[in-house]
């Protein structure tokens, strides 16, 4: 049975809008690899979400074995 199709908000303080984008980075610790989400994102709330997660991204401290890339854009695909 398919999943229903829900809506996906900015996460960013105050806004409501649909999401369009998600900024995430990759991720490693060596075995796993995966995105991690710092914001779902409108058009409107981009630009300040990304700088935001590059912020994020550069007080972030790594252990040995872990690999974190610098924040980027992907559109939301429903």
Known sequence: MPMPSYPVTCTARGCTAPAAFKVAAHWSDGVTHELK???????????????????????????????LDEPDVYELQR
């Open 37 to 67: 989400t710092y914001a779902l994102t409108c058009t409107a709330c981009l630009a300040g979400e990304l700088a935001s997660a590059r912020v994020r991204r550069g007080v972030c401290r790594l252990a040995p074995e872990e690999t």
